[in-house]
């Protein structure tokens, strides 16, 4: 039972570029997330689905889009990498809505130069 | 919006001693949340307790909740070299995902 599984782990890019963070969960959850860690802060959400076929902007949607492929799969895309998107980048997925605990994949670390 | 405010941001203490982190948070929730993340790792779910419960345990695991102070604590007993991680409150007010927050953390350090 592997729970979230985010891929890639490490990946580096050039300021411009693109790239899709895929991410999938095989707990039948109806929710899943995307957050980011910087240095020293706490994790801030980027979007959010809460069930298949819907996805919402969280508290730093700017410069990414979403998609949630099927109630496994939920991507994250950054169509033109910034220095300023260089992170730590987690997906979690919970049965219903926040408010149930949330289970994580051990991240991707993006670097962006 | 809401934010969990964890203190202290650095905790160092001996193995088998008490180790207390406390949470802060600004307007009502629904449910506040605990969760933990080793060096490299993603979180890890501790432990919930609803708005209307004043107290919880698992293992050595003991979280408080005070609404009307508007403030949690986490309290590990008899700590452990592997109980060195940060700790992260997370709180919601709503099922919303914007109304979600992990606040910055506590950075414990359990020296052997």
């Known amino acids: 039972n592997a729970g979230v599984t985010q891929t890639p782990k490490f990946q580096v890019l050039k300021t411009g570029q693109s790239m899709t963070l895929q991410c999938a969960q095989d707990?039948?959850?109806?929710?899943m997330y995307w957050y980011r860690q910087d240095p020293g802060m706490g994790l801030r959400l980027i979007y959010y689905s809460a069930s298949e076929g819907t996805t919402d902007k969280g508290e730093v949607p700017n410069g990414y889009n979403v998609s949630r492929l099927n109630k496994r799969e939920f991507s994250l895309r950054l169509e033109s990498a910034a220095p300023s998107q260089t992170s730590v980048y987690f997906c979690?997925?919970?049965?219903?809505?926040?408010?149930?605990?949330?289970?994580f994949g051990d991240g991707t670390r993006l670097s962006i130069l | 919006s809401q934010q969990g405010e964890e203190d202290p941001q650095a905790l160092s203490i001996q193995e088998g001693e008490n180790a207390t982190m406390n949470c802060s948070y600004k307007t009502s929730i629904n449910n506040l949340q605990w969760y933990r993340q080793n060096s490299g790792r993603g979180l890890v779910h501790l432990i919930l307790i609803r708005s209307n419960e004043r107290e919880k345990h698992s293992g050595r695991l003991r979280v408080t909740l005070d609404t009307s102070k508007k403030s949690s604590s986490l309290l590990i007993t008899a700590s452990r070299a592997a109980d060195t991680a940060s700790y992260f409150c997370?709180?919601?007010?709503?099922?919303?995902?914007?109304?979600?927050?992990f606040g910055p953390g506590t950075r414990l350090s359990v020296l052997p």
């Open positions: 997370a709180t919601g007010s709503d099922n919303y995902g914007q109304n979600f927050v």
């Open positions: 707990m039948n959850h109806n929710s």
């Open positions: 979690a997925s919970s049965e219903w809505g926040p408010n149930q605990p949330q289970h």
